[in-house]
């Protein structure tokens, strides 16, 4: 049996499984299997529950949630970001997002 990336890093996750890193590339990793509700939903918890707010994850739920024509709920995740990355002093993130939500209009 072959051992996926998803498998190693679900074995780190064991170890650590409030690491917030660790997290998000596994949700990468199901962002490119076509499995947008895994990693939405664990894009989601890192920008709503996580301490702090990881702040990449709101641009990347974003990006994922206008691929899949939902931007209603991207549009939601940028507003949400662009506060945070603000109040995490995080410009360069705030801007990429303002521009992400200047594009598919407000």
Known sequence: MTT???DKIQAMLQDDPRDSF???TLAMEYRKLDENEK???LLAELANHNEPKFVAAFFMAAQQLVE???LDEARTFLR???DEARRQDNQHAAAEM?????EIGK
């Open 68 to 70: 899949l024509d939902r």
């Open 98 to 102: 303002s521009e992400l939500l200047s």
């Open 4 to 6: 996926t990336r998803i």
């Open 22 to 24: 660790l997290r998000y």
């Open 80 to 82: 949400d970001g662009i």
């Open 39 to 41: 990693s939405l939903d």
